[in-house]
Nanobody, 122 residues
Framework: QVQLVESGGGTVQAGGSLTLSCTAP????????MDWYRQAAGKPREWVSF???????TYADSVKGRFTISRDKVKDTVYLQMNSMKAEDTAMYSC????????????????WGQGMEVTVSS
């Protein structure tokens, strides 16, 4: 397995912005999508956003209009820009490559990451 290179976590004041990045070598050539998840203390993991290889995106209602997911195909990197952050955005954020539309397990099974802590202070 290959380790994801994750960065950007930290502490931000309510109303502020933070951008997370997640690099997965081979992401672009394998046509992997990418999901972002988060898990707050004592709560179940929550899906946040998804970007497909073709750039199409989806968002959880809780972040729609505030978060933007994007990808740099050259760098095999996906970003999660978080604006107008709220205390309830505080969580451990993680990225996870997703299979392309035609399936296959390489994207899902070839990477691992530790996640990033994001804290929003009020």
């Amino acid at each position: 397995q290959v380790q994801l290179v994750e960065s950007g976590g930290g502490t931000v004041q309510a109303g502020g912005s933070l951008t997370l990045s997640c690099t997965a070598p081979g992401l672009t050539s394998a046509k992997c999508g990418m999901d972002w998840y988060r898990q707050a203390a004592g709560k179940p993991r929550e899906w946040v956003s998804f970007i497909a290889a073709d750039g199409s995106t989806t968002y959880a209602d809780s972040v729609k209009g505030r978060f933007t997911i994007s990808r740099d195909k050259v760098k095999d990197t996906v970003y999660l820009q978080m604006n107008s952050m709220k205390a309830e955005d505080t969580a451990m954020y993680s990225c996870k490559p997703a299979s392309p539309p035609w399936g296959g397990s390489w994207c899902r099974n070839n990477f691992w990451g530790q996640g990033m802590e994001v804290t929003v202070s009020s």
